[in-house]
């Protein structure tokens, strides 16, 4: 066998493994994301702590539009 051969092969078994791992560490990424976002309540607030938005829209109601007084 050729150095070159020997290289080739050497090459192509890291290459296998270089994908192997980065698809487990893109897995790992995506379900640990995963755990964060359920355990952050996919971002619905409720209970005490709710900031969410106070947005009155009878405050801001045009009421007096088209009045003529």
């Known amino acids: ?3 070159r051969e020997a290289a ?3 090459a192509n078994k ?3 493994l ?3 791992y980065s ?3 893109v897995l790992w990424i995506l379900v640990l ?3 964060v976002v359920v355990k952050c309540n996919n971002g619905v607030e409720t209970g ?3 900031t969410g938005s106070k947005y009155n829209g009878e405050v801001y109601a ?3 539009i088209g009045d003529n007084k």
């Open 18 to 20: 270089f994908i192997l």
């Open 8 to 10: 080739e092969i050497e």
């Open 1 to 3: 066998m050729t150095p």
């Open 48 to 50: 005490d702590f709710a």
């Open 23 to 25: 698809k487990r560490a």
């Open 62 to 64: 045009p009421t007096n």
């Open 33 to 35: 994301l995963l755990i």
């Open 14 to 16: 890291t290459f296998e």
